[in-house]
């Protein structure tokens, strides 16, 4: 098949959800369409058994899990879907936020009766930032929940995003009767507990035809009127170019366990949702349909096996034809790779693959020469834009627990840093080291794999930090001044940037006053 031909048929994407919205339970149905697997549950018995208190084995579990879930590739329609992992439990990290680099739309999962949560919220403000289009499912329609319209206004709110719902359901919990499809007007009514048939999806046109009282009863009937009148009147027009470009969220309602719902959804979302979009870098757009490849790393995982170093980096494809066996420039180490074993991910099965194309993501087993971020290209110097560092809200002193192990913690620490599980710091005036992350299960997982990688150990101390900002400054001048007079606030990072660790959201604030961003910048 041609290039263009393969860049066509991908939608890759990822699904964002707070814990227990439901987004395992709708990636496994999705998967099931897709044929990728063939029975339910294949997907939740990988699921990650949360633990109440953090326990070694459990980490390493999740750690498996994790990989073995990072992407799901299903064929559906002709096409090839890559679903993106976003883990969102407590193993919430920076790869959470990067995996958003390497989609092209994503579909948030809401809970009917529990809202929009934080963890959403954070999700959503950075693909916000990217334009990335959103769809929205809200789920367990089962169950009693929210009211829709007030729901859709928190989802307005909170979110920030514009919505426009392409189905509306008919009432929820025991009432609950089914959907009407605003997109290709049809009822679909629901059958709890039972798979979703097609005879229970029944066009209807025009609202006042009597065969919806007959299908749902005159007091169901007659709200769904009033509703579907409200929404026309209240929402702007779905168009595909608004939801593209990250300005309308179409959303659907149904219940992931029951299946319902979920074909809609699909079938809607393979026929609105991007293929894969050109990428940003410091040097020129790069257009998937592009001869020659290119690729950049967002996910590192280190391989379960203690005793060999070798690491998983996975690449998201950006242009061109990746081949196996095939000679690409390591843009940051300015040398030749070749990958031998490039692993693609279907479902529950591993394949090494002798090609990918754009929208695709492959694992390379590395020995240590990828950081996140890495660019690979067939020659050309390229750096890929917009993966994030982001600003870790949690930090700890970390201490050398065992003197004899020094070199064995740098080295743990240094990798495990490159891995993007979280970011180091140490301070100016006393070297201190500090680790920041984004998530509190991240301590204990450093903790964890320095001694059974390493052999090292260490313990951590509480500090009072608010948050890290990268500063940078073209005014030498001004950027001393602001080192003087902060210098006990200074850090550096591992790259060796310059890092103001800001004590409180106060001294932040104060901080930036007094030194205007024109002078020197202080970034987040
Ligand atoms: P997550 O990945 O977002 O954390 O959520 P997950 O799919 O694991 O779903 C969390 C719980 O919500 C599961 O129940 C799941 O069965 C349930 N659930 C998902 N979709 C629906 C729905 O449409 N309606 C209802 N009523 N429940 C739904 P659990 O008890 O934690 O797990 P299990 O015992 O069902 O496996």
Same mark, same amino acid.
């Given at each position: ?38 029975? #339910? ?10 633990? #109440? ?11 498996? !899990? ?10 559906? @329609?002709?096409?090839? !879907? ?27 999962? !809401? ?26 499912? =809200? ?30 359901? =008919? ?24 798979? @979703? ?50 300005? =309308? ?25 991007? =293929? ?131 070199? @064995? ?58 948050? #890290? ?27 060796? @940037? ?27």
């Amino acid at each position: 098949m041609e290039l263009i031909e393969e860049i066509k048929r991908r939608k890759t994407f990822g699904i964002i959800s707070h814990p227990d919205a439901g987004k395992t339970t709708l990636t496994e149905k999705l998967l099931l369409f897709g044929g990728a697997i063939q029975v #339910a549950g294949a997907v939740k018995s990988n699921k990650i058994n949360r633990p #109440a208190t953090s326990d070694f084995m459990e980490i390493e579990r999740q750690r498996g !899990i994790s990989v073995a879930t990072s992407v799901m590739a299903f064929e559906y @329609q002709g096409l090839k !879907i890559n679903i993106l992992d976003t883990p969102g439990h407590q193993d919430f990290s920076e790869d959470t936020y990067r995996t958003l680099t390497a989609v092209d739309s994503v579909i948030v999962v !809401i809970d009917v009766a529990k809202g929009v949560e934080p963890q959403t919220e954070k999700l959503v403000s950075v693909c916000r930032m990217r334009n990335t289009p959103v769809i929205v499912f =809200i789920n367990k329609l089962d169950r009693e929940g929210k009211d829709a319209f007030d729901l859709l206004d928190e989802v307005e709110q909170k979110l920030g995003l514009r919505v426009r719902p392409l189905s509306w359901p =008919i009432g929820m919990g025991q009432r609950f009767r089914g959907v009407y499809n605003l997109y290709e007007h049809k009822l679909v009514l629901f059958n709890p507990h039972g798979k @979703q048939e097609e005879e229970n999806v029944i066009e209807i046109k025009d609202l006042k035809d009597p065969q919806l009282e007959k299908q749902v009863g005159r007091m169901a009937a007659e709200e769904l009127q009033s509703d579907v009148t409200t929404v026309e009147g209240v929402y702007p027009t779905f168009t595909r170019e608004a939801y593209l470009s990250g300005h =309308i969220a179409p959303v659907f309602f149904g219940s992931a366990v029951n299946n319902f719902g979920v074909k809609e959804m699909l079938d809607c979302f393979v026929e609105i949702a991007p =293929i894969p979009l050109p990428r940003h870098t410091e040097e020129r757009d790069v257009h998937p349909e592009e001869p020659q490849f290119t690729g950049f790393v967002f996910k590192i995982h280190a391989n379960m096996d203690p005793k060999h170093r070798d690491r998983i980096a996975f690449v998201r494809i950006c242009s061109g034809r990746f081949e196996r066996n095939t000679n690409y420039l390591h843009v940051r180490q300015n040398r030749k790779l070749k990958f031998s074993n490039p692993t693609s991910f279907m479902a529950e099965k591993k394949t090494v693959i002798d090609e990918a194309f754009p929208g695709d993501v492959v694992g390379l087993y590395d020995s240590g020469n990828f950081k996140i971020g890495d660019t690979l290209t067939e020659g050309e110097v390229l750096h890929f834009k917009g993966i994030p560092s982001f600003s870790p809200e949690l930090f700890r002193y970390v201490n050398n627990a065992d003197p004899l192990k020094t070199k @064995q913690l740098n080295k743990g620490l240094e990798e495990l840093m490159d891995e993007g599980v979280a970011q180091l710091f140490t301070r100016d005036v006393d070297g201190r080291k500090i680790i920041g992350t984004v998530g509190a299960l991240q301590f204990d997982v450093i903790q964890y794999r320095l001694q059974n990688e390493y052999g090292a150990s260490c313990t951590y101390e509480p500090v009072n930090l608010h948050k #890290a900002c990268w500063v940078s400054s073209a005014d030498p001048k001004a950027l001393k001044e602001f080192l003087d007079r902060r210098k006990r606030d200074i850090a550096k990072d591992k790259d060796g @940037q310059l890092v103001f660790l800001a004590e409180s959201a106060w001294t932040l604030k104060l901080a930036q006053e007094n030194h205007p961003p024109g002078a020197v910048p202080l970034y987040e």
